[in-house]
């Protein structure tokens, strides 16, 4: 497959990933951030789990499960925890600091080089999320803040160690592993959240599905394969496209207004997106001299 397409489809995930703020509040107003993190994460990872048949064996028992912890246990919980915190705008933002965390560890864990484009590409995503979804209104939390950037840092390690760690199965086996793993890990906390389990409706169940099978399985698929086959701060610049389509989807779905900065900040993130994959294009590799123009 050439890299123009696993680009776009590795797209598929964040863009889908934009979707989780309508379900969430359309399909599970009643339920706490801990419930649904439980069971969009462990539902799906069993059921994963029965279709491949293959449990992991060895040193990667234990680094599924600090896979599991980093993209999805400590991630989401403290992604949901700067979102009470935070106005959506502000947490939006620090989720979009997740390049510059992958830019440098990959560096550091894959010796990758750091190129000054895809930093600047990355700044410019910053800007376009930032006028995206941020008001006049918006106020900083400190603890809301510090949640936001550990939980970019958490998946953006995340990322470059599932590159680091590529067992030798299919994607689909893979994502299995860490969600199950994550869901795992999550399961003990899930005693202490507020969620009256009576409450739950077959409306809670549809958003529950959707959120599990397309927001994490399906998804989850995508981006694992995407980062296997890209470099992870290729995939990780395509992160900033979630709020862009969260943004378009409260336009037509919630009837919410597109104002003149929200839409300058689309072009800014799809520009810091493209300018991002032409800086970490593959370079061509130099063509040979004819044998006859060699020296001796």
Request: no cysteine; charged share 5%.
């Amino acid at each position: 497959m050439s890299r123009p397409y696993d680009l776009v489809i590795t797209a598929l995930a964040p863009l889908v990933w934009g979707s989780s703020y309508i379900v969430t509040t359309q399909f599970l107003p009643n339920l706490d951030p801990l419930t649904v993190s439980v069971l969009r994460a462990l539902p799906a990872g069993l059921l994963l789990m029965v279709l491949v048949r293959q449990l992991p064996r060895g040193h990667w028992v234990w680094k599924m499960f600090v896979l599991g912890a980093l993209n999805f246990a400590i991630f989401w919980s403290l992604l949901f925890f700067s979102a009470y915190r935070l106005p959506g705008g502000v947490a939006a933002v620090m989720g979009a600091l997740q390049p510059f965390v992958v830019i440098f560890a990959s560096r550091l864990l894959l010796d990758a080089p750091i190129r000054p484009l895809s930093l600047a590409a990355v700044a410019a995503g910053i800007v376009g999320v930032a006028l995206l979804v941020l008001t006049p209104a918006a106020k900083l939390d400190m603890w809301g803040v510090l949640a936001g950037i550990g939980g970019s840092a958490s998946m953006a390690l995340g990322t470059v160690l599932s590159r680091k760690w590529q067992p030798p199965v299919s994607a689909l086996t893979f994502t299995s592993w860490q969600l199950t793993a994550g869901g795992l890990l999550l399961v003990p906390f899930a005693i202490f959240a507020p969620t009256d389990w009576s409450t739950i409706s077959g409306t809670n169940i549809l958003g529950l599905a959707y959120l599990g099978l397309i927001g994490a399985a399906l998804t989850y698929i995508i981006w694992l394969r995407g980062i296997r086959l890209i470099q992870p701060t290729a995939v990780s610049i395509l992160g900033v496209l979630s709020p862009l389509s969260a943004t378009l989807l409260g336009w037509f779905v919630l009837n919410e207004t597109l104002s003149v900065a929200q839409t300058a900040g689309m072009v800014v993130v799809l520009g810091s997106v493209l300018v991002g994959q032409y800086a970490l294009r593959s370079k061509p590799a130099a063509t040979a001299a004819p044998t006859g123009l060699q020296k001796a």
